[in-house]
């Protein structure tokens, strides 16, 4: 099955303790990207990648860390967490930025972290 | 101003309605624009995508455009309870989706 697969889907942690959440897809897709979801702000571009080594920010990068090593894999980085990166967070991916009907963007199922 | 607008309902109406959610944009450079649907727990997905200013339809989903005036719809015909879920909005250029904040819409059986 087709799927963008994130973990955690739950994770409490503490201000300043390092944190990853793993992304992992199945559909040899180029583009990546994580957006974190807000109540009254919606989803908001935090990282994006074209391809493998190629990663670029989005509108709210600051706190935030990514990195692109092999094609399947997005991980999100949170080196010292503060409690306004608390949100949920969704992985996405796509053949083309989701720029097409035929390549529409895959979300995950969200990681809804608590930092403390 | 963001640069994607959308009412932020919620909306609650009865099974069989006509829904209408709509969405205004600021940014001339968006070059297609679609509708995602998130259900409580899930990530969104696609619902509808255009390109043009017109209508698009999908069965019971309706996508309008119109560029001149830079406001984005999607009507939803004999609305269902399965339906009830949040709307997203979002217009894209060059690989990048800018997404309005979502209007939650339930439908009361």
């Known amino acids: 099955e087709a799927q963008v697969t994130q973990n955690p889907r739950y994770l409490i942690t503490v201000t300043g303790k390092k944190l990853t959440v793993t992304c992992s897809q199945n559909m040899n897709h180029e583009y990546m990207s994580w957006y974190r979801q807000d109540p009254g702000l919606g989803l908001r571009q935090i990282y994006y990648s074209m391809n493998v080594e190629v990663t670029d920010k989005g509108d709210v990068p600051e706190g935030y860390k990514v990195s692109r090593k092999e094609k399947r894999n997005f991980p999100l980085i949170l080196e010292s967490p503060s409690p306004n990166q608390t949100s949920l967070y969704f992985c996405?991916?796509?053949w083309g930025g989701g720029s097409s009907y035929n390549s529409p963007l895959h979300f995950g199922n969200g990681t809804r972290l608590t930092v403390t | 101003q963001k640069e994607v607008e959308q009412d932020p309902g919620p909306l609650s109406v009865p099974e069989g309605a006509i829904v209408s959610l709509n969405c205004t944009y600021s940014?001339?450079?968006?070059?297609?624009f679609m509708w995602y649907r998130q259900y409580s727990r899930k990530g969104p997905e696609l619902l509808m995508y255009?390109?043009?200013?017109g209508n698009k339809e999908d069965g019971r989903f309706t996508a309008q455009v119109d560029k001149s005036s830079k406001y984005i719809s999607l009507f939803i015909r004999d609305s269902q309870p399965s339906d009830s879920a949040t709307y997203l909005c979002a217009g894209g250029s060059n690989y990048k989706l800018t997404f309005g904040k979502g209007t939650l819409l339930t439908v009361n059986p």
């Open positions: 255009t390109y043009s200013s």
């Open positions: 940014n001339s450079a968006f070059q297609y």
């Open positions: 996405a991916s796509s």
